[in-house]
């Protein structure tokens, strides 16, 4: 840990020092004394310096206009260089490992433990080889960073790979004029986006994260996976092993978006297309260069009618259809609210171009939107439309080369090619559809209302259901030619005749968010059946309060035992967990318990009925949103949950930092693998009646105590909004969707990312551990508690996982910090809340610290890695927050300077970088 933690600090205070160099040139020596001034403060601050933590708060108070966006720029740059440096060593083999290293949690390493207790490679295969993973990158706005910014610190990233290696004199000098470049062009470019992102530009976010990182790191994942079963079990798994798949919410998430409409969703599908046409050329062309062979098998030239370098004919046909793919569906994304026509001309002029555009009539457009229009069938025939268009002609040659004895070759390039067309898919992600509940309840109500059927709205749960399944069984069409939908209901249709529309495969399921009964989910397989869903979309209930997850079981059980829906299923059925919502709605413990009891009764019921389930795991970054360290959470999961794998959101600033970079990627995924085999090879703890009795108690109480305080107390909402920046937060462009699903609701109707953010943001951190600290004292006051407690935390992973997240929690909290907020900004009538809330966590704080029986403990002292870098950000974050506060104050005191507003979000990123999490 010490040669990893100093080296973190070298390489930082190279970057510093460069940026340092930069101030001066940029903006003088004068802000460059004034920064150093500022940060020797902080340092004294940070280590108890009352004296020192005064003397900043005065600098700051005093602080001209002019000076605070570059103070603001440069904290803010220097986290996240911190961030860059830890990122780097995570993949630099040349550091001691520390206890809590990758290294000790990875696949390789689990292969070795489970080979020393006697596993064989028979025993084991068959988990491995149905090892599934399921990465679903969302929309959600949580990255707080430009990707222009993002795209420079993967610079920097790079010439520190640079620095690690042996240079010479003259190499050194170039990394160094290069981390110089790239500084200079960071300071120099605007860190906070000046408009709020479209979601197409949020998909290509995503497909950039794909493009730069993924596509790289998935092939060399998977092949390590292999090489590791090889050199522990001297076995291989062969090239049918698929254990990953790449999908995406972008474009397609419409819950509380108004932005998300089916022509995006469709612009993005075309986008995806173009994108993979374009990047799987590139690796085409090179294999064209590789599999340069004169001759191939009988069997093979027969089938593609070649001859002379048979493999190169082949892959010059894929060319030019992957050309033409690309460009026609870049032809038809246009600016024009992406409207997907082509004039006659065009037409035309593609026909000369691709020679498969076959023009009928003289419509002076041409509708090319997928369905069943045919002159969209037939400009795509000879298109790379489905992944069989590639996968025959790449395993054809890879089966091949197998027969002439050229395994070696056929294990390169093309078997990365046929993984990346196996995780990505032709349209680069697989899309899930996401939508509120109410919205279908809403389309199905008009159609009743239309046929003078009664109000759909008012009927029993009973009476839906059967209306449902009857409408569901007829074979008449329900849908009426002359009617005349409200907007709302026209734009859910829409989308449904869209997905129905598309090639099996581009659309992964249809989920209903905030679903709380049976009528939810057949409510949508009507609305699919309009439109024929001759692909049987999966169509997923997110159950994500607490009521909904308590019921989820026996909503599922109702569903399984109508024959209908038994049989439509076909045996497998996908339910999503939320993580977010249940927190936000009922606390730490409490939400955290009733979803393991959920899945563990799902998984239950599923073997019942002989269901293959996936549980879909709706997470965000943060603890408060269900975050924690991938492995230990995984492990940490009910026995049996994951059987048929792990579908995980992934999003935000927690996209960059587990697949930001390919070895990044690669690692992130490895721990993902690990911890699902060990899950299902070594399963965890089942808990005892006693435990389940425990967290039942803590569960209740924490609950309790954390609505009466965030619902029920009086004072809340104007305390919330005073104290932290949360109404400032919408000037934060981070996504295309609004902050709150009701613009003047409460708690209630906030979304769970802005609700953790604005906590963040002021030190308090409070969703993530309100009400924990008191439940568990009221626990181990009660005879045999403290014992159970004990038991509980050292024997069953899922309670140990929470109390180690709730250390984490504890060691970015700072009641000193959240008590200058509101010294300057809340009322004084107010300040009796905040006293409370900062005894309590303090109060919280000393019971966690009480668990582990020693007088001396600190926070995190089993991970000290993890609590390193949360130390040596003190000196950095303290001066962001000071400002934060002063900014806060002039502006909600009248003032419209420009610099304020931006320096204040400049601020509010910085310290984000800070904690490493947003929402």
């Not at 050229?406 to 390169?412: K, N, P, T």
């Amino acid at each position: 840990m010490t040669n990893k933690y100093h080296h973190i600090q070298e390489q930082t205070q190279i970057l510093s020092s460069i940026l340092e160099d930069t101030v001066r040139d940029t903006d003088g020596q004068t802000v460059l004394d004034i920064l150093n001034k500022i940060s020797d403060y902080a340092r004294k601050a940070g280590t108890g310096d009352r004296q020192a933590e005064e003397q900043l708060v005065t600098i700051l108070d005093i602080m001209s206009d002019d000076l605070i966006i570059p103070v603001a720029r440069c904290f803010s740059h220097l986290l996240n260089f911190i961030n860059t440096t830890e990122q780097h060593q995570l993949t630099n083999k040349s550091i001691t490992s520390s206890e809590d290293d990758y290294a000790l949690r990875s696949f390789e390493a689990l292969l070795y433990r489970l080979k020393e207790q006697d596993f064989t490679f028979e025993q084991i295969r068959p988990t491995v080889e149905k090892l599934f993973i399921e990465i679903v990158l969302t929309a959600h706005p949580t990255e707080a960073t430009r990707r222009s910014i993002i795209q420079k610190h993967n610079g920097l990233d790079e010439c520190l790979r640079q620095l690690d290696t042996n240079l010479d004199e003259d190499q050194l000098k170039d990394v160094k004029r290069r981390l110089r470049q790239l500084i200079s062009a960071t300071w120099l470019t605007d860190e906070i986006r000046t408009i709020r992102p479209t979601p197409v530009e949020e998909a290509s976010w995503a497909m950039n994260t794909i493009e730069d990182s993924l596509w790289r790191a998935v092939p060399t994942f998977i092949k390590s996976l292999n090489a590791s079963c090889e050199k522990v079990y001297g076995k291989a798994l062969g090239k049918e092993f698929q254990p990953v798949r790449i999908s995406s919410w972008t474009g397609g998430d419409r819950d509380g978006n108004a932005f998300v409409t089916h022509r995006v969703t469709q612009t993005v599908i075309n986008t995806g297309r173009a994108r993979f046409a374009k990047i799987m050329l590139d690796d085409v062309r090179r294999l064209s260069q590789e599999l340069t062979m004169r001759s191939a098998d009988a069997e093979f030239c027969e089938k593609y009618k070649v001859d002379y370098e048979p493999y190169r004919q082949v892959l010059r046909m894929l060319r030019h259809r992957l050309k033409a793919t690309m460009d026609f569906f870049e032809g038809v994304i246009t600016s024009d609210d992406q409207v997907i026509y082509l004039t006659q001309q065009q037409a035309l002029e593609r026909q000369t171009r691709l020679e498969i555009f076959d023009i009928e009539g003289n419509n002076d457009k041409i509708d090319i939107t997928p369905g069943h229009s045919r002159s969209f069938q037939k400009a795509t025939q000879n298109l790379i439309m489905s992944d069989e268009d590639l996968l025959e002609p790449f395993e054809d040659i890879y089966n091949s080369l197998l027969a002439r004895n050229q395994q070696e070759i056929a294990d390169g390039l093309l078997l990365d090619c046929i993984y990346r067309v196996r995780t990505f898919g032709v349209t680069l992600f697989r899309l899930d559809i996401r939508q509120e509940s109410s919205r279908h309840k809403k389309a199905v109500a008009e159609l009743v209302s239309f046929y003078n059927l009664g109000k759909y709205l008012e009927w029993s749960e009973d009476d839906k259901v059967d209306y449902l399944i009857r409408e569901l069984q007829t074979k008449r069409p329900l849908l009426p030619q002359d009617w005349q939908p409200s907007a709302e209901t026209a734009e859910v249709l829409a989308t449904c005749k869209l997905i129905t529309q598309q090639a099996k495969g581009v659309i992964n399921c249809y989920i209903i968010s905030m679903a709380t009964c049976v009528s939810d989910i057949l409510e949508v397989k009507l609305l699919l059946k309009l439109y024929g869903d001759q692909n049987n979309i999966n169509i997923v209930p997110l159950f994500e309060t607490l009521d909904a997850l308590d019921r989820a079981p026996q909503i599922m059980r109702e569903l399984f035992n109508n024959d209908f829906y038994y049989n439509m299923i076909q045996g497998e059925q996908m339910v999503m967990v939320g993580y977010s919502d249940s927190a936000k709605d009922a606390g730490f413990f409490a939400a955290g318990w009733a979803q393991y009891k959920a899945q563990e009764n799902l998984v239950v019921l599923a073997q019942e009925y002989d269901v293959k389930l996936t549980l879909f795991h709706g997470r965000g970054g943060t603890i408060g949103r269900g975050g924690s360290p991938a492995h230990a959470a995984l492990l940490s999961q009910p026995p049996g949950s994951l059987e048929a794998g792990l579908r995980v959101t992934e999003q935000g600033e927690m996209i960059r930092f587990k697949y930001g970079l390919p070895e990044i990627a690669i690692l992130s995924l490895d721990l993902y693998a690990s911890a699902i085999c060990e899950a299902n090879l070594l399963p965890p703890t089942e808990p005892k009646a006693k435990w389940r009795k425990t967290m039942d108690v803590l569960s209740d109480i924490s609950c309790r105590e954390y609505r009466s305080v965030v619902f029920n107390t009086p004072d809340f909402i104007p305390y919330f909004r005073q104290v932290t920046p949360e109404i400032e937060l919408s000037n934060l462009n981070l996504g295309s969707r609004a902050a709150k699903r009701n613009v003047n609701g409460g708690v209630e109707s906030l979304r769970a990312i802005p609700w953790i953010f604005a906590w963040t943001q002021n030190r308090l951190m409070l969703p993530t551990w309100l009400g924990t600290g008191s439940a568990l004292k009221k626990v181990m006051e009660s005879q045999d508690g403290k014992d159970t407690i004990i038991e509980m935390m050292h024997s069953w992973p899922f309670f140990s996982t929470r109390i180690g997240m709730l250390e984490m929690v504890f060691s970015k909290v700072d009641v000193d910090i959240s008590a200058l907020y509101e010294n300057k900004l809340v009322d004084a009538k107010l300040h009796y809340l905040g006293e409370d809330l900062r005894q309590r966590a303090q109060a919280s704080k000393e019971v966690i610290l009480s668990l582990h029986g020693d007088n001396h403990y600190n926070l995190m002292q089993d991970s000290p890695w993890i609590y390193e870098s949360i130390q040596k950000r003190i000196a950095y974050t303290l001066p962001l927050h000071l400002l934060q506060v002063e900014l806060l104050h002039r502006s909600r005191k009248g003032s419209n300077d420009p610099r304020i507003i931006k320096a204040l979000m400049i601020t509010i990123t910085g310290i984000a970088a800070g904690m490493r999490n947003t929402g």
